[in-house]
């Protein structure tokens, strides 16, 4: 069983930035991929961003050279670093792992979750 918490969250100014964490519990944090995803009120959840077990990384379009996510295998911890915010980025964001190494864009392939942190972006 993995345990994920985010955090990092809060409330700033269209292009700001903010840093969010996602602490997991468990050995086998380095072997595995983890993503973030966020959803808006009213709005499906999507995939914002993933790194697989060796840091290859993968963006939505829409976060493309805004978003950073990086892992620290060391602190179990990844990363979603987030400049140039947007109103249009307001939503919870969620960190998820999977049960293998390579990366994913689909909800439905990731066996973990987290609770979710709230990011609102004001204009």
Not at 16 to 27: D, K, N, T
Not at 28 to 34: D, V
Not at 109 to 118: A, R
């Amino acid at each position: 069983q993995v345990q994920l918490v985010e955090s990092g969250g809060g409330l700033v100014q269209a292009g700001g930035s903010l840093r969010l964490s996602c602490a997991a519990s468990g050995r086998t944090f380095s072997s595995r991929a983890m993503g973030w995803f966020r959803q808006a009120p009213g709005k499906e959840r999507e995939f914002v961003a993933t790194i697989d077990w060796s840091g290859g990384t993968y963006y939505a379009d829409s976060v493309k050279g805004r978003f950073t996510i990086s892992r620290d295998n060391a602190k179990n911890t990844v990363y979603l670093q987030m400049n140039s915010l947007k109103p249009e980025d307001t939503a919870v964001y969620s960190c998820a792992a999977r049960k293998w190494g390579g990366g994913g864009t689909l909800a439905n392939m990731y066996d973990y979750w987290g609770q979710g942190t709230q990011v609102t972006v004001s204009s």
